[in-house]
């Protein structure tokens, strides 16, 4: 028995060989016939958005529109300015001055004269004074104490105005038209797109309101746009295009300019009304108490 105990054990022995051989020769034929790793391709989407991304131009940070020496800041090259009993200052009717050049129709003129008439005894019916409401759109952009502070992505562009925001939808959607759908604000809905290093930006759905406190007022059928370009460094142009098919008999354009801050998020202006000693408020109009002491 001792003698044959070898020989039964030697095939069980070969038949265990020869299944690691087999394993062996098993795996490396799986690795010869594996295909290399290839890292996969970028989203298109990403890649899409990032080459977006270095497209748009550096108007981080805030931007400041120039004193000038008038309170009417929506088209101060085109106004009629009578001398200022307020001295300079920032609040209260501005004593019959008025902007000139405003295409109205005539029936839209004369209301608009009638309020200046009351601006000459000392009252005035701005609603940014007298109610407290948001400059809104598009005034908020060219007669506000506040420049733009533009915070910039491929799809959404916002526009700090102080305590305002617009919001600027990049990402190719239309303004809405259904009737449901159409939603009034201050702002408006506004739309944007790149026209090389011009961003061109469309408005619609605002509240009706007024330009400047000498209370040019627009309907809420204003259609707004603008184009805002960077012409040199340390300045942004705007040309800011107003429709209006209510209240006007062509389009209205005003260019204002804006100065880069050297602080690139500095302390703003908050709120649009400040309480003080010289203006009183009857009736929801604005009573300016004369003379200034």
Known sequence: MNDSTPLTKAPLRLAVIAGALVGVVATAAFFLMAKPFVAPEADSDSAAAGAAAATIPDWAGKWEMPRIPTRLMYDPDNAYLEPDPGRGLDFGPVGGSYLTTIPFKPEF?????????????????DPVGADCRPYGMPRVMAATPN????????????IVLGDEVRRIYMDGRPHPTAVEDVVHSFQGHSIGHWEEGTLVIDTVSVFEGNYDQSDARH???????????QIDAETLE????????????????????YRRNKVKYPEVVAGNCTPND?????D????????FE
């Not at 420049?147 to 916002?158: D, K, V």
């Not at 309907?219 to 370009?229: A, C, G, K, N």
């Not at 705007?238 to 429709?243: A, C, G, L």
Request: glycine share 4%; charged share 25%; net charge neutral.
């Open 109 to 125: 003129q004369k209301e608009y004269m009638d309020r200046i008439a009351l601006h000459k005894q000392g009252k005035a019916t």
């Open 238 to 257: 705007n040309q800011i295009t107003v429709m209006d098919e209510m209240m006007f008999t062509k389009p209205y354009t005003v260019t204002r300019h």
């Open 219 to 229: 309907s809420d059928q204003l259609h707004i746009v603008e184009r805002i370009r």
């Open 284 to 291: 929801g109009v604005q009573v300016q108490r004369l003379p």
């Open 147 to 158: 420049g733009p502070l533009f915070m910039m992505e491929p799809e959404l562009i916002l």
């Open 278 to 282: 010289q203006v009183d408020m009857v």
